[in-house]
């Protein structure tokens, strides 16, 4: 890659900047399709169980331990990115992601396979993930949703590439086996991508339409005035809701298929196929809306569809597939839209050049919508008995969102902008 700092000199890929940035998108995906892999973690459990003699609370924990890690530690990594450098950020992921994976390869108890699958290739996943993103949304200032939507899709599609992709190794080599043969493949893709993951000079805007754009939006600088500001915390509150709601779904997706339903397990699993699907496309599609609407109309639409999902699963039946599939299609449609609402918002409401560290911060919500939507679905089945209790808090939770983002997910009062 040749760069210039001079505007209109500047190339990417040996194009015009303004053209040769739009590789950067599928890079960026292929980077996001390799740690999304982390949503694919069920085709390892049973194996796993059988080989390690492991019981199915025990399968479950590297899994959690990982999106834990990874919530955890994308804060904490946004703000060495402009220090380290997205190159070597990249890098570094990679190589402790193949480190975490390689570990795990060896573990001959649940202990070591924590600890490398769930803790440090969930740190690499933590240290990677925003790197993408962020090298979006500063090569397309002009269409920052679209261009973070797109880069995201990898990690919400991954399931489907990966999975398959899981499962024919393991069929073949052993799980334990195919978690080297995966890690390894990881690292040398994210490593050979990572030189490509450069920022453009600050000065640089594809054109004077862009520029325009820009000036008029740009708030003061952040992230010292960020954690004072009413709108931090209306967003952090919704994203979390809204990733609370989608994970609890995401993990009972098949059980509710197949107990409230009656559908087979075959069936359950296409089912899955179908709603990846969904949370898949909801990404672009988020961020191209949060380019031309307030983030608040586009959350209050988000919420609005997973109320009618809670509502079509409370009035569900056994037999009655198309229902759940267009409830549970929603909730993850829902959910792939937040990975793309949140960074989209954290852009339009702070100030785009401190993004990393503030979508690091905001990320947070991320970590506990994550911890207790996987926890709380499944408790309210032990509880209850049936999962269909679940709908109700989650129903809730919709409402409160949408009350949430009408009155706090907006741009602080003109004091704290600059003026245009």
């Known amino acids: 890659m ?3 700092t001079q505007g209109s000199d500047l190339t990417l890929f040996g194009l015009p900047a303004e053209r040769g940035r739009w590789f950067l998108i599928p890079l960026g995906m292929l980077v996001l399709l390799c740690l999304g892999t982390v949503y694919s973690w069920s085709i390892f459990r049973r194996p796993l169980e059988a080989e390690l003699n492991l019981t199915a609370t025990q399968s479950l924990l590297p899994y959690m331990i990982a999106l834990l890690c990874y919530a955890i530690t994308m804060p904490i990594a946004g703000f060495y990115i402009t220090r380290m450098g997205t190159r070597l950020m990249t890098a570094i992921g990679a190589i402790v992601v193949g480190i975490g994976y390689s570990l795990a ?3 001959d108890g649940i202990g070591v396979m924590v600890l490398g699958y769930g803790v440090i290739a969930g740190i690499g996943v933590g240290i990677t ?13 002009d269409k920052k949703g679209l261009a973070v939507g797109l880069t995201i899709v990898g990690f919400g599609l991954s399931p489907l ?5 899981a499962k024919g190794l393991i069929d073949t080599y052993g799980v334990q086996r195919s978690l080297l043969i995966l890690g390894v493949t990881f690292t040398l893709i994210i490593l050979a991508i990572s030189t490509t993951m450069t920022l453009p000079p600050t000065c640089w805007i594809p054109s004077p339409t862009a520029r325009g754009q820009q000036k008029r939006s740009l708030p003061v600088s952040y992230p010292d005035k ?6 931090f915390y209306g967003l952090w509150m919704c994203y979390t809701i809204g990733t609370f709601v989608g994970l609890s779904a995401i993990g009972i997706s098949s059980p509710v298929g197949e107990e409230l339903i009656a559908i087979d397990s075959a069936m359950a699993a296409t089912s899955v196929s179908i709603f990846a699907l969904f949370n898949g496309v909801s990404r672009p599609l988020f961020g191209w809306l949060c380019d031309r609407l ?11 569809l997973i109320l009618i999902g809670c509502i079509l699963m409370l009035n569900a039946g056994e037999g009655q597939v198309a229902t759940y599939i267009v409830a549970f299609s929603l909730f993850w449609f829902s959910l792939g839209g937040w990975l793309a609402l949140a960074p989209t918002a954290t852009l339009r409401l702070f100030n785009p050049d401190d993004y990393a560290q503030n979508y690091g911060i905001v990320f947070t919500a991320y970590g506990v919508g994550a911890l207790l939507g996987t926890l ?13 209790y679940a ?6 939770l919709a409402i409160v969102g949408i009350i949430l983002a009408t009155f706090m997910l907006k741009r602080d009062r003109p004091k704290l902008l600059v003026s245009e």
């Open 294 to 304: 307030q983030p608040r109309y586009v959350a209050i639409a988000s919420y609005t």
């Open 2 to 4: 040749n760069s210039s």
């Open 376 to 388: 709380v679905a499944g408790q309210l089945r032990d509880w209850f008995g049936s999962y269909v």
């Open 161 to 165: 590439v990966t999975a398959p992709l």
């Open 105 to 107: 390869s060896f573990a």
């Open 226 to 231: 960020m954690l004072k500001s009413p709108s």
């Open 129 to 141: 993930y925003g790197i993408p993103m962020a090298v979006a949304a500063r090569w397309f200032p």
């Open 391 to 396: 709908f109700y808090p989650m129903g809730g």
